[in-house]
């Protein structure tokens, strides 16, 4: 369902405000109504459900997942890329989507007020979003220029989210395959495959972290604009999942042993892993300054999570389906499911 906002020249797709109307148009034969229901509600994900690409709001404390908006979908809506959705420091939602040929990106911001998506104009493609504290940096998803040396480089997009207008672009050297911020921060982390770089949003610096080279990364966070690299060795070992972690002046290297780093994330003084260990998955609690453990939870029969995430209930573990909720210090966990198939959190 799209509404033109007079004046303010946006576009918006009722999240429930006409929930038979929504059902016919957004839903689709068979699948689930949106719902006219944000309490509790902490934080979003997307999933697709019945084919279409919906906004899921998430309540941790009472355990439930609910369908709030259908995203509208187009016919050159690209089917191999996936959908991403970002929460700014301003606390609002931005959901993104690629598009087939030379159409941009079609964007659409949350508004939760007004339990609308108001659309954004476009004129790039295929760019990841990054949110800062005052500003926003996109990544393209591939190499698309070239360093002084004629050298493969990605281009960053450093962005004003008051009005979405372009500030500078930067290049990064080489292709970005890890890359993460904090909206505490106007710096952020972008990996390749055995290199890290900090390029700084404001003055428009990049530089490559000394010492971060020549081992591939598993995992990579940015609390304050610092980077927390994650290494990691597969292979079993003898005294299970074990983890070392050693700072320096430009970043925190986490290694671990025994298990696959599926996902990392850091919250206040805090690194979180979530680390699969065969018919299980560790959620492993660290110090962040001196690596150690403060807490450590297995969920039994996940072998595998797609996205961590904190919320003031606990941590919250996705996979294609589910998300388990984990309270480290407690070590409590509880699983509920998800509305359709998860695409990003």
């Known amino acids: 369902m799209v509404r ?42 997307l999933t697709r459900v019945d084919g279409l690409v919906t906004v899921v709001g998430v309540d941790p404390r009472r355990a439930r997942a609910r369908s709030l908006a259908v995203v509208p979908q187009r016919s050159d809506d690209t ?28 964007r659409y911001l949350v508004n ?3 339990r609308v998506l108001d659309s954004l104009p476009g004129d790039e493609r295929l760019h990841q979003v990054l949110p800062g504290r005052t500003l ?17 480089a990605t281009t960053v997009l450093v962005r004003d989210p008051a009005d979405w207008s372009t500030l500078r672009k930067l290049k990064i050297p080489g292709s970005v395959a890890l890359a993460a911020s904090d909206p505490g921060s106007d710096r952020v982390c972008l990996g390749g495959d055995t290199r890290v770089t900090v ?49 320096t002046e430009d970043a925190t290297t986490v290694a671990v042993t025994g298990g696959r780093v599926d996902s990392v994330a850091a919250h206040g003084s805090s690194i979180v892993l979530a680390v699969a260990d065969g018919g299980s998955t560790q959620v492993i609690e ?15 029969g996940m072998t595998a999570s797609l996205a961590l995430t904190w919320s003031p209930a606990g941590w919250l573990v996705y996979t294609e389906n589910a998300v388990t909720r984990v309270e480290p ?15 990003d959190a």
């Not at 940015?222 to 927390?228: D, K, L």
């Open 112 to 114: 939760r007020r007004e």
């Open 4 to 45: 033109s906002n007079g004046t303010r020249g946006r576009l918006g797709v009722a999240l429930a405000g006409a929930a038979t109307l929504l059902a016919v148009a957004c839903a689709g034969p068979g699948g689930p109504a949106p719902v006219n229901d944000w309490s509790g509600v902490t934080t979003l994900a």
């Open 79 to 106: 089917e191999t890329l996936s959908p991403r959705l970002v929460r700014l420091a301003d606390g609002r939602w931005l959901v993104s989507v690629p598009r087939k040929g030379a159409g941009s990106d079609r």
């Open 329 to 343: 210090a407690a070590g409590r966990t509880r699983e509920f499911p998800l509305p359709g198939t998860l695409l």
């Open 286 to 300: 660290l110090d962040a300054a001196t690596g150690k453990e403060r807490h450590r939870v297995r969920i039994a």
């Open 199 to 247: 390029a700084e949003l404001t003055g428009g610096r990049v530089r490559t972290v000394v010492g971060a080279a020549g081992t591939d990364i598993a995992g990579l966070a940015c609390p304050g604009g610092r980077p927390v690299i994650v290494r990691s060795a597969v292979g079993r070992s003898p005294g299970g999942v074990r983890t070392a972690l050693a700072r």
């Open 136 to 152: 926003v940096a996109e990544v393209a998803s591939l190499p698309d220029a070239e360093t002084a040396g004629r050298a493969p």
